[in-house]
């Protein structure tokens, strides 16, 4: 079945560096969009990108031009999600969440990772 | 980029029905008729509702409906059962490069 599965909690101090992954199964991974959402603790939800798994293309959030980093690699249908010079706020759940079809979902997100807790702490 | 305007919390007795309204400017939800709305129950990814602004996707009950006026979407829950107590959201492209905005996020409890 078509499913996203995300690698496991980290625990980072300020100023470090996470890379999350996300593995995409079930379907033609080259063929779908890939964004990146991450929700703090009690919060709502924060777009922080998006890549094309097809060419590498990337587009990100204002917020996080100059500390975030998307990249795949096309051999494992993997997307990752790197973010720089964490602090307290980076605190959070990171979402992969994939592009579905314009005809039967109008680009919306319609498979979600299952989300990796980032914990910044000193 | 601000974020969708949501209220915080509704609610509504069982049977009866709710509506969630998200207010964003004419560069994303008036532009494009993008909007998603998003189910997440507590320590759970969300889960896609409603696309386009009204249409939902296979599996998702017909007692969930959205609608778009202006720079306003609306999501509209009928027949208020328990297992809809959740939180909700809506999305909305805003603009080129495929960027997109949230909502704040609404708290339904079934009373």
């Known amino acids: 079945q078509v499913q996203l599965v995300q690698s496991g909690a980290e625990v980072k101090k300020p100023g470090a560096s996470v890379k999350v992954s996300c593995k995409a199964s079930?379907?033609?991974?080259?063929?779908?969009?890939m964004h990146w959402v991450r929700q703090a603790p009690g919060q709502g939800l924060e777009w922080m990108g998006i890549i094309n798994p097809s060419g590498g293309s990337t587009s990100y959030a204002q917020k996080f031009q100059g500390r975030v980093t998307m990249t795949r690699d096309t051999s494992t249908s993997t997307v990752y999600m790197e973010l720089s010079s964490l602090r307290s706020e980076d605190t959070a759940v990171y979402y992969c969440?994939?592009?579905?079809?314009?005809?039967?979902?109008?680009?919306?997100?319609?498979?979600w990772g299952q989300g990796t807790m980032v914990t910044v702490s000193s | 980029q601000s974020a969708l305007t949501q209220p915080a919390s509704v609610s509504g007795s069982p049977g009866q029905s709710i509506t969630i309204s998200c207010t964003g400017t004419?560069?994303?939800?008036?532009?494009?008729?993008?909007v998603s709305w998003y189910q997440q129950h507590p320590g759970k990814a969300p889960k896609l509702m409603i696309y386009?602004?009204?249409k939902r996707p296979s599996g998702v009950s017909n007692r969930f409906s959205g609608s778009k006026s202006g720079n306003t979407a609306s999501l509209t829950i009928s027949g208020l059962q328990a297992e809809d107590e959740a939180d909700y959201y809506c999305?909305?492209?805003?603009?080129?490069?495929?960027?997109?905005?949230f909502g704040g996020g609404t708290k339904l409890t079934v009373l």
């Open positions: 999305c909305s492209y805003a603009g080129s490069s495929l960027r997109v905005v």
């Open positions: 386009e602004g009204s």
């Open positions: 004419s560069s994303d939800v008036g532009s494009y008729n993008l």
């Open positions: 969440a994939r592009v579905g079809e314009m005809a039967t979902t109008g680009g919306a997100f319609d498979i």
């Open positions: 079930g379907y033609t991974f080259t063929s779908y969009y």
